[in-house]
Every structure is written in structure tokens, then in C-alpha cells.
């Protein structure tokens, strides 16, 4: 894992990470040491992001995600190669907090989405709330997670980061959650001349953001696509555009089948369930657990149109 004088750029493919619960609803941390075997072992992941969507941070309490952080950071030092912790919250306090723990467990950067209850009005709030959390772990690489389908802000990420490199020495780019591919161009255009990174979330069209210069890709399916999608990543970094189409249709294959089957979060942990065999429980409620009969189809589906990676 990085010190704090050691930059590593963030690239390539990193699984948003789903968390491990008991059948009671609890946390269980001890899974994550299998977990982690699992994605590298079987999957080919080399980074995760923690805590995110997948992970339904914002459903946990701020020291259950302290406890997996710090789980994640543990089992995976020298082993991964980034540990990304989501910290994003709708307190600035807890958000800050957060940030701070992260510095102490060693993460290798923090990302985090914007306050969605009480949202920023413009870009020039949503930039002094994450300067504000910035200043609780000054040294630690700070990703701004637009995310605009679950916030519901109404902001393009390129008006956040406008100017965003003076404000916050510690920014180090956008994890970009959206299909708008002409703000996410504009991204990658700052951020090519600020020495940003600009990592793409719709898993489903990745191709499209790979031709847009984005340097990676953080999603919840490549948890367990990961290995198809190191192709698709490997494709295309030797221009081999046939092959790299091939893939991205055999993934868009995949989701929308699943969304026929009623593809959301609890599907989601679901197939991840079936494809890796790892007892990652149920949802936290609000969300409800879905039936393993819903997800058996598309964890089938997923290794008969996989079976060649
Ligand atoms: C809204 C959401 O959670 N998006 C994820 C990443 O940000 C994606 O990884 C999706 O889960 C994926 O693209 C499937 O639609
Ligand atoms: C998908 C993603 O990036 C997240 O879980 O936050």
C-alpha cells in the first residue's frame, strides 16, 4: 500500500465491492480475507473500492464502515494493489471522520459522492464540502464519485472540477457513474491537462468510455466478470477493437438478460453469491433479500457466455 510521499495512479479494473453480512443483518468482517482471495485469485482484480454503492455504505453506520475498511485495508495490504475507501456521507462531520480513519488504516485514497438529502446548490458547494473533508486527510488521494442517478444532483462532474486542483491539493480525479459521455469527455479533457485520473461506473458501456481515454473502470460486476473484463481492458490496450467489442457485447448480454430477471443491488449481491460460492448474506433492509431462484439464472447465464475467459 502506498505512503503518503509514494502517488500511485489508480487504473485499470477495480470491483466495487459488495459487504459481507451474518443471515441476522450484522457486518461480518471475516469474510473478507476469502473475499479478497477470490477477486485476485479467480477474478484477476488488483484494486477494490470499499464502501461504495455496492457496498451499501449509506445504509451502514459510520463504525461498521471504519470496521470494514479497516478489514480491507488489513487483509489486503500487499496483496492488492490499491484499497480505495468510499467515505462519502450526508454529515460533512461523519464524512470527515471517516477520512481521517482512512488515513490511519492505510488506505491508498478516499472517494466520495455528494450529500443527496440536503444537495449542493452549485459546483462551488459541492467543491468546498469536499475540500472540507479533504482537510481531514490532507495526504490521502481524493476521488470526487459522481454518481448523478443516485444523488440526483444535477451538476456536470466537469463544473466540479473546475479549479478543483488549486482548492484541494489532495484531488486525484472523478469516478464517473453516468451514460452522459459528452461531460465525461469534457473530464477527461481536465483532467489529461491536470494530471487527473477520470475511472468510468457504467459497466455496461465501458468500451464507449475507453475510446473517451478514461485510465479505468470501477463497478460492481467485475466482481465476478472481472477475468472477462481484464480481456475486454487487454483488447483494447492492443487496439484489437473486434475482440474488445466481442466482450462488452457478451457483458451487455449478461446485464440485460439479468435486468429481465429484475437486476438491482439484491440481485446483484445475490449472483455474486452464486458465481463465487462466498456467503456474502443478505442486504441491509431497506433493501430485501432476493430469492436464490432469481439469481440462479443469471449466475447459469453468466458462465455459459463466459466460459471462454
Ligand atoms: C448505479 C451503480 O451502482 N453503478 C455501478 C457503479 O457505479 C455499476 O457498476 C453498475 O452496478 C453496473 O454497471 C451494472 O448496471
Ligand atoms: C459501483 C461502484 O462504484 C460503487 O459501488 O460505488
Redesign the pocket.
Not at 470501477?218 to 467485475?222: F, I, K
Given at each position: 500500500m502506498a505512503s503518503s510521499t509514494v502517488v500511485k495512479e489508480l487504473r485499470g479494473l477495480v470491483a466495487?465491492t459488495f459487504t459481507p453480512l451474518t443471515p441476522e443483518g450484522e457486518i461480518n468482517p471475516s469474510l473478507i480475507g476469502s473475499y479478497i482471495d477470490y477477486l485476485i485469485e479467480k477474478q484477476g482484480v488488483k484494486s477494490v473500492f470499499v464502501n461504495?454503492?455496492?457496498g451499501e455504505s449509506l445504509s451502514l453506520s459510520v463504525e461498521e464502515r471504519k470496521r470494514l475498511a479497516k478489514e480491507w485495508c488489513e487483509k489486503g495490504k500487499g496483496r492488492l494493489e490499491q484499497v480505495i475507501v468510499h467515505v462519502g456521507c450526508m454529515s460533512l462531520k461523519d464524512a470527515q471522520e471517516l477520512a481521517r480513519h482512512a488515513a490511519t488504516i492505510g488506505a491508498d485514497g478516499i472517494a466520495l459522492l455528494s450529500p443527496s438529502f440536503f444537495k449542493p446548490t452549485n459546483a462551488d458547494a459541492l467543491r468546498m464540502f469536499l475540500q472540507e473533508v479533504a482537510s481531514a486527510a490532507p495526504d490521502l488521494p481524493l476521488y470526487y464519485?459522481h454518481?448523478p442517478?443516485?444523488t440526483g444532483l444535477n451538476l456536470d462532474a466537469k463544473d466540479v472540477l473546475e479549479g478543483i486542483e488549486t482548492q484541494i491539493p489532495s484531488f486525484r480525479g472523478v469516478?464517473f457513474?453516468s451514460t452522459d459521455l459528452r461531460d465525461l469527455g469534457q473530464c477527461v479533457s481536465y483532467c489529461r491537462a491536470h494530471r487527473l485520473s477520470v475511472l468510468y461506473?457504467?459497466?455496461?458501456?465501458l468500451l464507449g468510455a475507453l475510446i473517451m481515454d478514461v485510465q479505468g473502470a470501477?463497478?460492481?460486476?467485475?466482481n465476478y466478470l472481472g477475468r472477462a473484463i481484464n480481456h475486454l481492458l487487454s483488447a483494447f490496450e492492443a487496439a484489437d477493437l473486434d475482440r474488445a467489442r466481442k466482450i462488452q457485447f457478451q457483458l451487455q448480454h449478461i446485464?440485460t438478460f439479468?435486468?429481465k430477471h429484475g437486476?438491482d443491488?439484491t440481485v446483484?449481491k445475490q449472483v455474486m453469491c452464486e458465481v463465487s460460492g462466498l456467503p456474502l448474506g443478505p442486504p441491509r433492509l431497506p433493501l430485501l433479500r432476493c430469492s436464490q431462484s432469481q439469481a440462479l439464472p443469471i449466475a447459469e447465464e453468466i458462465r455459459k457466455v463466459l466460459k471462454d475467459h
Open positions: 466495487a461504495g454503492t455496492t464519485y454518481i442517478g443516485m469516478k457513474t461506473g457504467v459497466d455496461e458501456q470501477v463497478g460492481s460486476t467485475y446485464i439479468a435486468k437486476f443491488l446483484n
